[in-house]
């Protein structure tokens, strides 16, 4: 257990609908970052935020936006859903803003209809 | 473009060999490389992770080998067993200069150990 916790573990949905997945991470970490996994696409970074502020951006879409709150908790926003947005979604944090070890969480798994 | 390329795609060993797995990357601001651990139905869970100040790290039967000039990476697991058997990524993240921390990964190795 990595100590970093999301859910929903799963979400089924249609096209068109906006979704959130939240993400609360380690005891004293202060970077969130946020992972979509595909078969086709593997392992992507979509973006990272360090104490409630927006620190770096990754093959993230515009229709996608997250944020992070004050107790550090961040959510995911996913908005005109499509087929191919389905994918595992991962949240990862870190103790530090920079390049170091970022412990994943067990992800959501989404599904569009 | 891919930045991290990882092989070979799957691979399969006995039990009580070692299993090697490679990756090489492109951009030279990356300088820090991570390999992560995958089961099915669960989160990446971080191995062992080197900079590229030091040119091997052993943690227990996991070793990571680097070779800046080369670009290359590598991830030996001695001794391996059933339990070994999951998907491997690597990955990569360094400061580029625009703040860029996000791990870049490996398209991953499927590894299976034969009992």
């Known amino acids: 257990d990595s100590g970093v916790t999301q859910t929903p573990k799963h979400l089924i949905t249609a096209t068109g609908q906006r979704v959130t997945l939240r993400c609360s991470p380690r005891s004293g970490d202060l970077s969130v970052y946020w992972y979509q996994q595909s078969l086709d696409q593997g392992l992507q970074f979509l973006i990272q935020y360090y104490n409630g502020e927006e620190r770096a951006k990754g093959n993230i879409l515009e229709r996608f936006s997250a944020q992070q709150f004050p107790d550090l908790h961040s959510e995911l926003n996913l908005s005109s859903l499509e087929l191919g947005d389905s994918a595992l979604y991962f949240c990862?944090?870190?103790?530090?803003?920079?390049?170091?070890?970022?412990?994943f969480g067990p992800g959501t798994r989404l599904t569009v209809t | 473009q891919q930045q991290v390329k990882q092989s070979p795609q799957s691979l399969i060993v006995q039990k009580g060999g070692i299993s090697i797995i490679n990756c090489a990357y492109e951009?030279?601001?990356?300088?820090?490389f991570p390999w992560y651990q995958q089961f099915p139905g669960k989160g990446p869970a971080l191995l062992i992770a080197?900079?590229?100040?030091?040119s091997e790290k052993k943690e227990g039967r996991f070793t990571i080998s680097f070779n800046k000039s080369a670009k290359q990476f590598s991830l030996h697991i001695m001794d391996s067993q059933p339990g070994d058997s999951a998907t491997y990524f690597c990955?990569?993240?360094?400061?580029?200069?625009?703040?860029?921390?996000?791990?870049?990964f490996g398209k991953g190795t499927h590894l299976i150990i034969q009992p």
């Open positions: 990955a990569a993240s360094g400061w580029s200069g625009g703040g860029a921390d996000g791990l870049t």
């Open positions: 951009n030279t601001a990356f300088d820090y």
């Open positions: 080197i900079r590229p100040d030091v």
């Open positions: 990862a944090s870190s103790e530090l803003a920079g390049a170091g070890e970022q412990y």
